[in-house]
């Protein structure tokens, strides 16, 4: 099993940055991909970005791109969404995954872990 929990969501203004983390533990040498998600009231849980463990590759929503960069620091088992240039569009809750067999970065029923979410409001 793998437990993930996110931190850093809040308030800021529209152009504000923000930072989540997602530290993950349990069976964590099983994670191949890490991705966030985001989910609005009323709409369906949406991509943001994935980051592949052992290769590094980065997949960005196009929503995202340019302004949200995801990272990983694979000793601390922790994942990051920097997002900078923050929009109202971008309010969401937002969610940690991790998948433990590389199928698809954007799909969300190949990710087998999801944290408990963290709340995101852009105000403009």
């Known amino acids: 099993q793998v437990q993930l929990v996110e931190s850093g969501g809040g308030l800021v203004q529209a152009g504000g940055s923000l930072r989540l983390s997602c530290a993950a533990s349990g069976r964590t040498f099983s994670i191949d991909v890490a991705g966030w998600f985001r989910q609005a009231p009323g709409k369906e849980r949406e991509f943001v970005a994935g980051?592949?463990?052992?290769?590094?590759?980065?997949y960005y929503a196009d929503s995202v791109k340019g302004r949200f960069t995801i990272s990983r620091d694979n000793a601390k088992n922790t994942v990051y969404l920097q997002m900078n240039n923050l929009k109202p569009d971008d309010t969401a809750v937002y969610y940690c995954a991790a998948q433990t067999i590389y199928r698809d970065y954007k799909d969300p029923t190949y990710y087998n872990y999801w944290g408990q979410g963290t709340q995101i409001t852009v105000s403009s």
């Open positions: 980051i592949a463990r052992s290769t590094s590759t980065i």
